[in-house]
């Protein structure tokens, strides 16, 4: 069984809804993020346990991707600008993986951030 970044998993005890956003080359380790809580941290799984949970039906993958959003080609120039804005602002702290999923180092990144663009840190965790 394989997983794939962008894939989405559910936990059916908690009904729970996951997207993967990091695969460890050696496919040890996953991280995830609950789609449907706009709080929600990365979580670290590990693949053989996540695996074996799947096997006897704790977790599934989910075929289809309801949280895409298809965007008309109309979509307003300003938020294409408000994304690249954004995307400028956060870009040091995502292309840190996978150590930007690791709190500690996530926050030390997004502190370096606030000083460097003279801007809130939650703006900045709104923006990830």
Partial sequence: MYFYVNEILQDQSADNK??????????????????????????????????????????IKVKGDAFIQHVSKDYETKYYEARDTAWEIIKTVVENEPNVYEKSFRTKLIREVCVNHNISYPAIRKYL
């Fill in 18 to 59: 996951y997207r993967i956003l990091w695969i460890d080359p050696d496919s040890v380790i996953l991280y995830v993020i609950e789609l449907e809580n706009p709080k929600a941290f990365p979580e670290k799984k590990i693949i053989s346990e996540l695996k074996e949970a799947i096997i006897v039906g704790d977790w």
